[in-house]
């Protein structure tokens, strides 16, 4: 049973597909009068120890249309910010809510935090991982490949037999994707800088798996070429603000430009989690172009976590 979600791992490879299953329901049924409410009566905590727009508002939105509370928290406003243990936060705040969603730097510190919980936790992205917006990339992926008509509709009902590229860093998104084409069995090129590649113990428990596929090379074009999906991030994380001008001379070329996107396959979709620098990781053609499906995704992550929240903390589970 899912505890917690720390890594797209916690999920199990038979979690995926239902908790997508689920989200293009719940997201069917927004508006409605049988929307679920499993939340009713619950708070969550947000703590965010890092800047958000989409993560925070989906959380906050869709905590409150599940009928529950948003505590939402900024860490500096915490005793946290003034050296409170981690620990002794996880048992306080365990007292009052019903789960918590965490935006934090040190994967570790997330690690601990669900140790000391009595409630479910949330990764809202760590230095690490960001496997809530993992949840709506694998269902907009599903949503235009899958439900939409062209040349590769029904081919990815269960995601596998798809090709994935990333370009770019190395960072947090690209171990999840890392995961994620574990979890969901399919292949992850990863186009990386010498230096920036996923970090080797996220490669090899991947590996591990025996499932999907991962190959990662500094060869741009030969990881785009018959892609399904085309995706990027920024070339410096939050945190990394000081390596910015380090990383735009590592990352020179490492960009997704409608060039490039022309080697993918026909109907091939450019996703990116958000924010966005246009001229860096990315050409404004492509994510402003018609094969960027990245507004579809933002909204997603309101409809995916939902679906996580109601299996995390419903009514069953108090
Ligand atoms: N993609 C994403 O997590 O966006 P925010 O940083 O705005 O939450
Ligand atoms: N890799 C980026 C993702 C932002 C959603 C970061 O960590 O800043």
């Known amino acids: 049973m899912l505890r917690h979600l720390l890594d797209d791992f916690d999920l199990g490879n038979d979690g995926l597909l239902p908790l997508l299953d689920r989200a293009d329901q719940i997201k069917r049924l927004r508006g409605h009068a049988d929307h679920p409410r499993p939340l009713a009566g619950k708070s969550i905590g947000m703590i965010m120890e890092k800047a958000s ?28 910010g003034r050296d409170e243990p981690l620990v002794d936060t996880a048992r306080v705040l365990s007292r009052y809510l019903h789960g ?9 510190r997330i690690v601990t935090l669900a140790a000391a919980s009595a409630i479910p936790v949330i990764n809202a992205l760590t230095d690490k991982f960001h496997p809530c917006q993992l949840l709506a990339d694998l269902m907009t992926v599903r949503e235009h490949l899958v439900h ?18 990333w370009v770019g860093d190395g960072n947090n998104m690209a171990n999840s994707w890392v995961l994620a084409s574990a979890l969901a069995d399919f292949e992850l ?32 074009d030969a990881a785009v070429r018959g892609a399904h999906v085309v995706t990027t991030d920024v070339w410096a994380s939050m945190g990394q603000e000081e390596e910015r001008e380090v990383r735009k001379r590592a990352f020179a070329g490492y960009c997704v ?23 860096e990781e990315v050409e404004g053609a492509v994510i402003d172009g018609p094969r960027s499906v990245v507004w579809d995704e933002a909204e997603n992550r309101l409809h995916a976590q939902k679906a996580l929240l109601e299996l995390l903390c419903s009514p069953a589970r108090s």
């Open 53 to 80: 727009t989409r993560t925070r508002i989906s959380f906050e939105v869709g905590i409150y249309e599940l009928g529950g509370m948003a505590v939402a928290m900024a860490g500096r406003d915490l005793q946290l």
């Open 100 to 108: 918590v969603v965490i935006r934090t730097h040190a994967h570790e």
């Open 148 to 165: 939409k008509s062209g040349p590769s509709k029904g081919r990815h009902q269960d995601l596998s037999g798809l090709r994935v590229a």
């Open 189 to 220: 090129v990863l186009a990386c800088p010498k230096g920036y590649e996923p970090q080797a113990d996220v490669l090899a428990r991947a590996d591990g798996t025996r499932r999907g596929r991962r190959i990662v090379t500094d060869d741009i």
């Open 257 to 279: 430009t409608e060039k490039r996107m022309s080697l993918a396959a026909p109907d091939a979709v450019f996703l990116h989690c958000l924010p966005a620098h246009r001229g």
